[in-house]
């Protein structure tokens, strides 16, 4: 297969985790027999920094010609810290999502049981936890209009959603509750929240389709509680953008680190993949940001081709380099790898799985079998 892939690395760690992605998906190239293509461009606080937009029309364009889009990470400290900014390098995202019309973020949730220890939460809580969270993305809050008084004093963001947007998504979730566990939980605030009552609606009306899944709802505040106190009761988590922000970030930490957790972003012609941690501006250029979740967000862009063994082959890869504990400093701080080595394993894993213990010392010593 011959795919081109739009490569927009971003700000802060995202151009050393994107190139790890980007070393695995060349490894499974090179192994499958597939050409992959990578074309760069610019997106957050360098694209304005250089052009003065977050998102560059000739960024834009890249990412409508081509098949996929590999994205890292963006923000940077000036913005960050200067909410009056008027320009922004989430506009671009935002932006992004809204003009490829990615209107479903798919984030797995996953308790590897070589990391179950680093979790902050007990291993009887969360063992076995394998959750499938699908956010909407294009709708609700975050898009809605936005309104501050002439004094400063008074602001409004509107949440809205309209019955298409919500049965979009939620029919490939139930697709994908088909496929594993056959339960899904909607998320919502139907107690308060006239949207969240649309929502609810929906969903049950469409539930009616899938007899096979078991559908069962619970408020946003007792969600939360619940991902903490019985993560692993979850299967697949359905609800809408700012709620699923929200309750994605907080699983982050059933795993241990936040550099685990991959994306996929999802439209009827467009997908884009990405690690769902930030710029992490502190870590640029140490080596230590973990590139973990950016190479299982190219795993997700193989599995969205249905290339399934070449997307085993990375998660594979992955699941022996957390065996081996080859690791950067957030789940290994007695003998970290660098964000390059890392990902050198993980490369020269996919290429030579027989050869592991050859891969280790390899990578200890420096060393590389990379083709």
């Given amino acids: 297969m011959k795919l081109d892939i739009a490569v927009l690395s971003g700000d802060g760690i995202g151009p050393e985790v994107t190139a790890q992605a980007i070393k695995a998906l060349e490894a499974v190239a090179h192994n499958f027999d597939h050409s992959f293509i990578f074309k760069e461009g610019l997106v957050g606080a360098i694209a304005i920094d250089k052009t003065g937009t977050p998102l560059p029309d000739k960024t834009l364009e890249l990412c409508v010609n081509t098949d996929a889009v590999l994205f890292g990470a963006i923000g940077a400290p000036k913005y960050d810290n200067d909410p009056s900014a008027p320009v922004r390098p989430e506009q671009g995202l935002l932006k992004l999502r809204k003009e490829l019309g990615l209107y479903a973020n798919i984030r797995p949730v996953k308790a590897y049981d070589t990391l ?143 550099g685990l957790l991959a994306s996929a972003s999802i439209g009827d012609t467009c997908c884009m993949f990405e690690p769902i941690h930030g710029s992490f501006p502190q870590a640029t250029g140490k080596g230590i940001a973990n590139p973990i979740a950016a190479i299982l967000s190219a795993a997700m862009l193989l599995e969205h081709f249905n290339l399934m063994g070449e997307a085993n082959a990375i998660r594979d890869a992955v699941e022996k380099a957390l065996e081996l504990n080859l690791t950067t400093p957030d789940l290994n701080t007695s003998n970290p790898l660098t964000t390059e080595k890392v990902g050198d394993f993980i490369a020269d894993y996919i290429l030579n799985p027989e050869d592991s213990n050859i891969n280790f010392e390899n990578i200890h010593v420096g060393q590389s079998t990379i083709i």
């Fill in 116 to 258: 179950i220890d680093k979790s902050p939460l007990k291993r009887e809580i969360i063992e076995g936890t394998d959750i499938s969270i699908y956010r909407e993305l294009t709708g609700g809050i975050y898009f809605g209009k936005k309104e501050i008084s002439k004094d400063g004093n008074v602001a409004s963001d509107l949440c809205e959603y309209s019955k298409e947007e919500i049965e979009r998504i939620t029919h490939l979730a139930f697709k994908a509750a088909q496929k594993r566990r056959k339960k899904l939980t909607l998320v919502d605030k139907a107690n308060v929240l006239e949207s969240s009552r649309l929502w609810r609606k929906v969903v049950t009306q469409i539930a009616t389709e899938y007899s096979d899944v078991s559908l069962d709802f619970l408020f946003v505040d007792k969600a939360a509680m619940q991902m903490i106190l019985n993560p692993s009761q979850f299967d697949v988590v359905l609800t809408e953008n700012m709620f699923g922000d929200i309750i994605s970030d907080e699983a982050s930490v059933i795993g241990g680190s936040i």
